[in-house]
């Protein structure tokens, strides 16, 4: 049994873990930090709890907790981390980082799309991007995993077998993705109220938002050179879940021809047809929101346009559970040599 600190445990993503860490095995939860509701019982903010938590929040005070957890989470906003860290921290602890400060190896590219500096740029380059399927070896080595987002990992894991395969032009690739608002945090926002959101549908930080190198920085190491791709996220009104719809030019082969469906199914199989949490589905079914929801599954599917050239990629998982809690555990879970699925065979929910 390892001892586990979640930092940020009063936000969307860190109620998420707490929620699937009291059903794993291994973890026993020592610490609930916030920053707003130090000494307050965690289940007077997250009724769902009551009777089942019984821990009062504590601070986010990381050289403490270091000294007492085996592992940190810390599930803060950008800048947090990346403001705290030091090597004495990280030599007694590990930790899976949800936010951005330590998935982007430039750091000039961080501070331009994150607008903040990086207070510690000296760990970004130890860091392992923690996309499970892809550096597994990697992270379980590690002891500072960056845990990707919920619009990079559907839109990576959507069209990386293409990318890595050659089988598309990857900087032909736009990325259409939708979200629900738990994607948008807890914190009180007027773009994120009720009547903003509901019956509404709406595109936001089009050609600037800060996935966007991040997505670029991860599909061009599977293509192996650097790309340049669009991606515009909208915001729908759906509690949870991500949709991703991904175009891209299909590359012709030696006698001019396309893909087929089977040659294209075939490079999905080659990387998730042992993988627990992608499901490669059946030929012509979509990716559904609902399908995937409160699980840690990620569904993809694709559909070659004959008469465009073109094919459209299509990928769907819980922005809260693969996009980001579900997502950190099976980080840990491979840090620590636990199983994979430990704490993460969730059945998806319906309706
Ligand atoms: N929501 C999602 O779907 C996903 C989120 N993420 C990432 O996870 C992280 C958390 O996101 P999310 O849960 O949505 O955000 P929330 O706004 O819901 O929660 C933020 C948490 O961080 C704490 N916090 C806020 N400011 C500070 C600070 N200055 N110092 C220490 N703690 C602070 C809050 O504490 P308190 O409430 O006590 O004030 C709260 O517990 C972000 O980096 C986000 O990008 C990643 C993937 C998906
Ligand atoms: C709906 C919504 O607002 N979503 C957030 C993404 C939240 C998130 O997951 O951020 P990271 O992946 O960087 O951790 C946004 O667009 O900023």
Redesign the pocket.
Known sequence: MIKAGV????????AELVRILMNHKEVEIKWYG????VEQPYADIYRNMFEIVDAK?MD?NMEELAEQVDVIFT????G?LAGVLNESILSKTKIVD???DFRIKDVATYEKWYKIEHKSPQFIEEAVYGLCEVNRDLVKKARLVANP??YTTCSILTAYPLVKEGLIDADTLIIDAKSGT??????AKTQNLFCEVNENMKAYGVATHRHTPEIEEQLGYAAGKQILINFTPHLVPMNRGILATEYATLKKKADGSLPTYDEVKAAYDKYYAKEKFVRVLPKGVCPETKWVEGSNYVDVNFVIDERTGRIVMMGALD??VK??AGQAVQNMNLMFGFKETEGLEMVPMFP
């Open positions: 930092i940020g445990a009063t936000g969307y993503a860190g916030s920053r707003s509701y929040c986010d599930a803060t906003p950008q947090f949800l936010s951005a987002g919920c738990s994607g948008a945090g807890r914190g922005n809260l996009g980001a």
